[in-house]
């Protein structure tokens, strides 16, 4: 199968000579889950074009440092192509902005939230658990690094993975094809970590320190990459 990645942020400049790109850290981690993917990638943010649906077999929408409400040339064909591929059924998976742009697509709310920066490792409850989760379990920590948040989600969209600071962290929708994360998966702990540090100055010194001492929580990570894999092959 072609997944087809569309990368909408870039690894910040001041960690781009140490870290791999988003598209590149998704395809290791959908290897290290045992898929056999074929990738391309189409960089919307830089202004290429949105790919022809008659082309794509399944789509992931990586994060990025842009908001669902920023006025970007790229954002409104992004959402119209959201919104044909889930009238098509076609395969797609969105993490962090990707999230947020695919319930902002198909009829939620998403915004800064009052809540603040959400960083480090992140406990989820597992809300609902489709088939292609297997026997997870009933929580699973994952690490983050967000402020905007998907406040309500789409008539479409039934909440998988759920916090306290996140109520919708994970959504899965009821075309059966359509899923999204808000944290990730994809993010080797090294650099989750370097993304906390990047944050010192701008989130407060508790949340930083929080974010730092969260690493310490081992991570669900590669089992979560197992259960995307799962859906996007299974589809």
Known sequence: MKLTILQTGEVPDAL????????TMFQRMFEAAGAD???EVVPVADGAAIPDL????????????AGVYDDLPWLEPLRAFIRRAYGRSTPMVGVCFGHQIMADALGGTVRKSEKGWGLGRQRYDV??????MGAAPASLAVSCSHQDQVITPPSEAETLLASAFTP???????NGAA???QPHPEFADDYA????????GLAPDSVVAAARASFATPSDSRAVAGYLTRFLAER
């Not at 970590?193 to 010192?200: C, I, M, Q």
């Open 16 to 23: 781009r000579a140490r870290f791999a790109p988003y598209p």
């Open 37 to 39: 993917f074929r990738y």
């Open 54 to 65: 008659d082309g794509v077999e399944a789509v992931l929408i990586t994060g990025s440092s």
């Open 127 to 132: 809300v609902t658990k489709p088939a292609f």
């Open 168 to 174: 919708h962290a994970g959504l899965v929708y009821r």
């Open 179 to 181: 899923l999204s994360l």
């Open 193 to 200: 970590l370097a993304l906390a540090d990047l944050r010192e």
